[in-house]
């Protein structure tokens, strides 16, 4: 039975016009694709006795509404899928720009879902991207119809465009061999080249970064000064004018030993607030009463009036401008010379006092454990007064303080208050309207103090009557960036000033400012999303152009079954492409590029490749 109808089956279908019909025999004729398929009922029951009468009727049953129907069912199918893949390409990439608008500059915590953005925008484009490619495979198989039906055209042409709908490098080498001028294909084959892009880009889109947020419910605090009453230094009568009348303190010792490890390069930071979990303080522009120095080397400027005695001792005075008139020994015999010589004193500016240290030392340089050099004498000066200091773009970490800029005005006598009538002595100037206060004892006492720590001689041999009681400043003084420590002192001063407690002023205040925290948040690259858009919306376009172009042809698209149906006409009866081509695909692929065929109906009616001998 099974051999039967295998027998019958093959019977079935010829591909050429059938003889005529055995008038004794009853046959189905149908008409399909220009031929016809007969069935003899006769040679049935040759076969075996096993088919009967229904069975053959059940075959003469295909009528041609029948076959007409299943036509109009696959027509049915038309552009739809890739019309859908399209709409899908668009909506998928669509729905990308309103994820990246909600988290556009938006902190991490805001997103409250599973899946992370990042991971939702690569699943998004992936979809774009392979519903995009549905339509663009299926245009360029539909294009190669109509690349063969109106003109004559080589035949590895088809082979070229089957490989450029199959992906990037047959969309390469379509563009690549130059043979093919039709501009909708090269669109095309562009649009699957860049396609390979669209992953990286999506990558590129969105990233995370840090940036400094606002913590609303902390206020940063820094050290600000209006007026200075000292801890240390407080006066026996609080209406003396200039008065040096002490009463004994702890807090003096403290001062001390601050502006000790001031000059040592250890200078004390201004009392500041900027707790964690804030990672950066920032403050608006303020005015605070502080120290302002200069301090001047006059190596190069001052020439001393040096005298040499009949001992061979040479002696040397130095006159300092506005200061004090300092000696200098050296080349001694008894080995007495100096190595520093330094005197303080109170200067007065518009009222205000100050302090002006005049020295001289013998530079040294070098490990005074094993070699120093000494150099020339040097003269210098430094210098220290109230001032104001504006300070603007201040920032700290709960570290400490990392910058600061500021401009400082002289501190002026106010005399719109009698000085030694209050407790307090009033300051201005012109450039601020802030009334800056200072007691009667730190407007001299401050810098009488400075200036016993400073005041030095050193001699070439110390002795046990020469050596200080107290901190041995005069020596570090020997070795030291004397600019260093002049700059050092102002800033010790000016952040005691500025500070309470620990600091040497009970009237400090804070100044309130912003605190912020390291927030990580999300980043959209927008320019990024150019490139899945345009190439999404271009497939669209190229997709309804070839459904424009090839809407009066045969609607094969990418089928290996109408390449075969449709194959080349009298293919075996053609001398020139006569030949053994299995296994030598490359040699049949060269001989393709000299036969130059068109798709036209053939004497049955039915689509052909027909070899033509038209030119290109």
């Not at 938006?106 to 992936?126: C, D, G, H, V």
């Not at 004090?324 to 009222?351: C, H, I, K, P």
């Not at 302090?355 to 005074?368: A, C, E, K, S």
């Not at 040699?587 to 130059?596: A, D, F, G, P």
Request: charged share 15%; with cysteine; hydrophobic share 35%.
């Amino acid at each position: 039975m099974l051999s039967s109808m295998q027998h019958m089956a093959s019977s079935l279908v010829r591909n050429s016009p059938q003889p005529a019909p055995n008038p004794t025999s009853t046959q189905s004729e149908t008409r399909g694709s220009g031929h016809y398929v007969g069935v003899d009922v006769d040679s049935l029951h040759e076969v075996g006795e096993e088919v009967s009468l229904n069975q053959a009727a059940t075959i003469r049953s295909r009528t041609p509404s029948k076959r007409k129907k299943k036509a109009t069912r696959t027509e049915s199918w038309w552009w739809w899928w890739e019309i859908g893949g399209s709409i899908l390409s668009i909506i998928s990439i669509g729905l990308v720009i309103p994820v990246l608008k909600i988290v556009d500059d938006k902190p991490l915590e805001t997103w409250a879902y599973s899946i992370r953005p990042n991971s939702l925008i690569s699943i998004l484009t992936t979809i774009s991207k392979s519903s995009m490619t549905v339509s663009t495979a299926s245009c360029l198989s539909q294009l190669k119809w109509d690349h063969f039906q109106y003109h004559s055209n080589p035949l590895d042409h088809l082979q070229i465009y089957d490989d450029a709908s199959r992906g990037p490098w047959g969309s390469l080498l379509l563009l690549s061999t130059g043979r093919l001028k039709v501009v909708t294909a090269w669109a095309l084959a562009f649009i699957t080249i860049f396609a390979l892009g669209i992953e990286p880009s999506a990558q590129q889109i969105i990233e995370t970064s840090t940036r400094q947020s606002l913590l609303p419910n902390i206020t940063s605090q820094i050290g600000i000064a209006s007026n200075y009453s000292s801890r240390g230094l407080v006066s026996a009568s609080p209406n003396y004018w200039g008065g040096t009348r002490r009463i004994p303190t702890s807090g003096l010792f403290s001062l001390q030993t601050t502006i000790a490890s001031g000059i040592a390069n250890a200078v004390p930071a201004v009392n500041f607030y900027c707790p964690p979990p804030a990672t950066q303080c920032t403050w608006p522009p303020f005015s605070t009463l502080a120290v302002c120095s200069n301090f001047t080397n006059f190596t190069n400027t001052m020439k001393p009036d040096c005298t040499t005695n009949k001992y061979g001792n040479v002696k040397c005075e130095y006159r300092f401008p506005q200061g004090a008139n300092l000696s200098f020994l050296s080349n001694t015999t008894d080995g007495q010379g100096s190595l520093l010589n330094s005197t303080g004193d109170l200067s007065s500016r518009n009222g205000v006092f100050g302090l002006r240290v005049d020295g001289i030392r013998m530079l040294y340089t070098g490990d005074v454990l094993e070699v120093v050099d000494g150099h020339d004498p040097q003269p210098f000066s430094m210098e220290w007064n109230y001032c104001i200091k504006t300070y603007s773009k201040v920032v700290a970490s709960p570290a400490g303080v990392h910058t600061a800029e500021y401009t400082s005005v002289p501190l002026l006598h106010n005399d719109t208050i009698p000085a030694g009538i209050q407790p307090w002595n009033s300051f201005s100037n012109p450039s601020s309207n802030i009334i800056f206060n200072l007691t009667s004892s730190v407007q001299t006492g401050l810098w009488q103090q400075l200036s016993a720590l400073l005041s030095r001689e050193l001699l070439e041999h110390f002795t046990g009557d020469g050596l200080s009681t107290d901190f041995s400043v005069g020596e570090y003084m020997l070795y030291a960036d004397l600019a260093n420590v002049t700059k050092n002192i102002e800033e010790t001063l000016s952040n005691q000033i500025r500070s309470s407690s620990p600091g040497d002023n009970g009237w400090a205040g804070m100044w309130p400012g912003q605190a912020f925290y390291e927030e990580t948040y999300w980043r959209v690259h927008w320019p990024w999303i150019a490139l899945p858009v345009t190439e999404v919306v271009l497939a669209a376009l190229l997709l309804a152009i070839s459904i424009t172009v090839t809407r009066t042809q045969p609607l094969f698209k990418s089928s290996a079954l109408a390449l075969l149906y449709h194959g080349l006409e009298d293919i075996d009866k053609d001398p020139g492409l006569q030949g053994d081509w299995e296994n030598n695909a490359e040699r049949l692929e060269k001989m393709t590029r000299y036969v130059n065929v068109e798709l036209r109906k053939d004497a049955n009616g039915s689509l052909k490749f027909v070899r033509s001998e038209d030119k290109m």
